[in-house]
């Protein structure tokens, strides 16, 4: 089955640890996204891929980093600077390069820090 | 001012019955629009692209008027399965999505 997946499902830090979400796709999509979700809000973009070993700053970067060394993977790490990284993480990818086709997105990690 | 903007509700309606949601937007340079669908803490699934011309897929239609900057979703013959959170999602051009915080919809038997 082709799709998106995403580890750990439901993840717990301490304060002032460092963190990896795993996002993986065999959608064969070129492009690859991760968002935040609070409650209450919309999505939002947190860093976004085109191509492979290229990726962009989407509108809150700060305190996440990401690598594209593979088409098929995206992970975003979750640093010490991030102040508020409680949230619900989602992986998302579309096809081509345009970025117009609709996204599709992974089942999502939730984030709570201690 | 959000850039998407949707009524949060929750809209309560029982089944069968007729429920429309509106969304607006503030950039007139949008080129894309699509209605996703997401149940409680799961992740966002699209329920369909919305053309100029209006669209149907079933029960659902979809609108857009570009000269007022909205969308609009209508679903017909309410099923509680259709109980839900609608985020209205425009797109810029390029990879510059935004996400509204999305319309509650309960449907009670």
């Known amino acids: 089955d082709g799709g998106i997946t995403q580890s750990p499902k439901y993840l717990f830090r301490k304060e002032g640890q460092n963190v990896t979400l795993s996002c993986e796709q065999n959608?064969?999509?070129?492009?690859m996204y991760w968002y935040r979700q609070d409650p209450g809000q919309g999505l939002r973009l947190i860093y976004y891929?085109?191509?492979?070993?290229?990726?962009q700053k989407g509108d809150i970067a700060e305190g996440y980093s990401v690598s594209r060394e593979k088409k098929e993977s995206f992970p975003l790490t979750v640093t010490s600077a991030q102040k508020n990284p409680t949230a619900f993480y989602l992986c998302?990818?579309?096809?081509?390069?345009?970025?117009?086709?609709?996204?599709?997105f992974g089942p999502g990690t939730r984030l709570t820090v201690l | 001012r959000k850039e998407v903007e949707q009524d949060p509700g929750p809209f309560n309606v029982p089944e069968g019955a007729t429920v429309a949601f509106n969304c607006t937007y503030s950039?007139?340079?949008?080129?894309?629009f699509f209605w996703y669908r997401q149940d409680c803490r799961k992740e966002p699934k699209l329920l369909m692209s919305?053309?100029?011309s209006g669209n149907e897929d079933g029960r659902f239609t979809a609108q857009l008027n570009r000269a007022s900057q909205y969308i609009s979703l209508l679903i017909r013959d309410s099923k509680l399965s259709d109980s839900a959170t609608y985020l209205c999602?425009?797109?810029?051009?390029?990879?510059?999505?935004?996400f509204g915080a999305g319309t509650r919809l309960f449907v009670k038997a």
């Open positions: 998302a990818s579309s096809p081509g390069t345009s970025g117009s086709a609709e996204q599709f």
């Open positions: 959608l064969n999509h070129d492009a």
């Open positions: 891929s085109q191509i492979v070993n290229d990726f």
């Open positions: 950039n007139s340079a949008s080129q894309s």
């Open positions: 919305v053309y100029s």
């Open positions: 999602v425009v797109k810029r051009g390029g990879f510059k999505t935004i």
